[in-house]
């Protein structure tokens, strides 16, 4: 079928935490609960019989004791659990949960494959998916609308496989020798344990604080200023010229005569007006620049010990 005409993704995944860690990324990235589907093996190994028709078990107390058991992401999509007919031991969320649920009321839905069938799966490919749960691993289904490749992107991202990424790395896995197998290839076709290797991150949170404050304010300031002015002013300038022998227009003497001439100066008053002699603006900017963090992070390292005659492949040197 076109992957274009697909309405529902599909991830196989190898155990809850990752079937977890997928369906909180597909809520993160905007899928609703009622879009999201979830079927496994009750890992816990006894499922919920206490009721004589096998029917599920209420579903407020089981998503407790999923919760505790590692499925954090689940809880919310409706989880149930218990023995679901043709199925077995279960546990299921979402719109699985509810067709399901249907199948042990009595509908006529064979099984998951029934399930599967009725979200738009070819029923080839609702059988493959059958035998992946009845092998132990957790079934996770997506109703994308038309959001198909985004959905099947983050179940592969988290470590999910569909019926045709499995085929493709299995015809990979064949048409290489024996020796030339990496570990990945090998991990996909054998049923070994498995050990997580961790290492912490580190990762840096920026948040803006107040480094200082800058304040601008102006002040009054006396001084003494001079300007040089040029001005005017007179002076009397007094001459002498002999004079002889002529007679004097009054025949008396005058003791008291005399001249009075005014004598003009120019005056200078200093007034004082404000003026504009600068503007000052204030703004801020953005600079950027890198710093330097560090801190202690732990990680695991992997060590293999040999005892007697054995060969062990893909051991680092």
């Known amino acids: ?50 009721k004589a028709d096998d029917s599920l078990a209420g579903e407020g107390a089981l998503a407790g004791a999923v919760a505790g058991a590692g499925l954090g992401g689940l809880v919310g999509l409706g989880v149930l659990a218990g023995v679901i007919p043709v199925i077995g031991p279960a546990i299921a969320a979402g719109t699985l949960g509810v067709i399901l649920t249907n199948a ?107 480094a200082g404050e800058v304040r601008v304010h102006k002040e009054v300031i006396t001084e003494h200023k001079t300007l040089d002015v040029p001005v005017k002013r007179e002076e009397v300038v007094i001459e002498r010229h002999a004079v002889s022998g002529q007679p004097s227009s009054h025949s008396d003497f005058r003791a008291n005569e005399e001249l009075r001439i005014p004598v003009m100066e120019e005056q200078v008053n200093v007034e004082k007006k404000a003026v504009v002699k600068e503007e000052v603006t204030v703004g801020k900017r953005q600079v950027q620049e890198t710093q330097q963090v560090g801190g202690t992070v732990r990680k695991e390292e992997v060590h293999v010990e ?9 051991k680092k040197k």
């Open 1 to 50: 079928m076109n992957t274009k005409q697909r309405t529902t993704a599909v991830g196989v995944f190898r155990d809850h935490n990752e079937a977890d860690r997928a369906v909180a990324e597909l809520k993160k990235a905007g899928f609703r609960d009622d879009q999201i589907g979830v079927v496994g093996r009750d890992w816990r190994n006894h499922p919920s019989t206490e």
């Open 306 to 314: 040999e005892q007697g005659d054995v060969k062990v492949r893909g």
């Open 104 to 210: 042990a009321g009595g509908a006529a839905i064979a099984g998951l494959v029934g399930a599967l069938v009725g979200l738009g799966l070819p029923e080839e490919d609702a059988k493959y998916y059958e035998n992946e749960f009845k092998s132990g691993r957790y079934i996770v289904t997506v109703k994308t609308e038309d959001r198909y490749d985004e959905a099947q992107a983050i179940l592969h991202r988290c470590g999910g496989y569909d019926r045709i990424s499995a085929a493709n790395t299995a015809s990979t896995a064949t048409a290489q020798p024996m020796e030339g197998r990496s570990a990945a290839h090998a991990a996909t076709t054998s049923q070994g344990q498995r050990m997580e290797v961790r290492e912490e991150e580190l990762q840096a949170h920026k948040h803006p604080v107040q």
